[in-house]
């Protein structure tokens, strides 16, 4: 995430900001690597307080680009994975540099390595975008992990709002999705208590807690 208390999040995008990238990006390997994770974040960051968003965009992107081409030569040694996460600019972070999947798709196409993916948080893609569906079709061949939250409140899924996560749990298993599923959301209460949701939604499946079939016992 770079210098937090200065400011930023991520430096993946951000001019002149490269050499300390690099740095953290090897950190982040290591500390990967120790913990046997194979997918890392690639934090884009934040426009350069003092600047209008258009008129540092060409830069930005260029620069995003460059350091995306090392990041994967650096991943294809370790056979990891880096991930691209659009966060929205309406609520959570009005400066963030990757906004939409449709954006992030753009990047990874002109990048063109197979060890970028999009990382989507569907709390994130519905209040930019909504679309779930098609965004989720469209975009489901360079989709690396998924995050959830309910919207607009962030928190456990079965939460008062937007998304009908039932609904879209399925829909990733019609699409054949055997990623995981990231629960980055606030919980309102207790975290155990809060993880009811998933004990339903595996009962109405026809599964046992902890996702194995009944059937198969």
Not at 80 to 89: A, H, K, Q, T, V
Not at 180 to 194: I, N
Request: glycine share 10%; with cysteine.
């Amino acid at each position: 995430p770079g210098d937090q208390e200065a400011g930023e999040l991520g430096l993946a995008a951000v001019p002149g900001r490269q050499a300390a990238f690099r740095q953290d990006l090897e950190a982040a390997v290591h500390y990967a690597r120790a913990v046997g994770c194979p997918r890392i974040h690639v934090m884009a960051g934040r426009v350069p307080l003092g600047t209008e968003r258009a008129a540092v965009a060409g830069e930005m992107e260029t620069t995003f680009i460059e350091n995306l081409r090392y990041t994967a030569d650096l991943l294809s040694q370790e056979d990891m994975i880096g991930l691209l996460e659009p966060i929205n600019n309406r609520i959570t972070d009005p400066r963030y540099y990757l906004n939409t999947p449709h954006h992030a798709a753009a990047i990874l196409e002109k990048v063109g390595r197979p060890n970028l993916k999009l990382q989507l948080d569907l709390f994130h893609c519905q209040i930019m975008d909504g679309n779930l569906s098609r965004n989720l079709e469209t975009y489901f061949p360079l989709i690396g992990h998924i995050q959830i939250a309910q919207v607009p409140g962030r928190h456990e899924p079965d939460s008062p709002g937007e998304l009908n996560f039932p609904y879209l749990f399925e829909l990733l298993e019609s699409l054949g999705y055997t990623g995981y599923v990231g629960c980055e959301y606030a919980p309102k209460g207790d975290t155990l208590e809060g993880l009811g949701w998933l004990r339903s939604y595996w009962e109405s499946r026809g599964l046992q807690h902890g996702g194995t079939s009944k059937a198969a016992k």
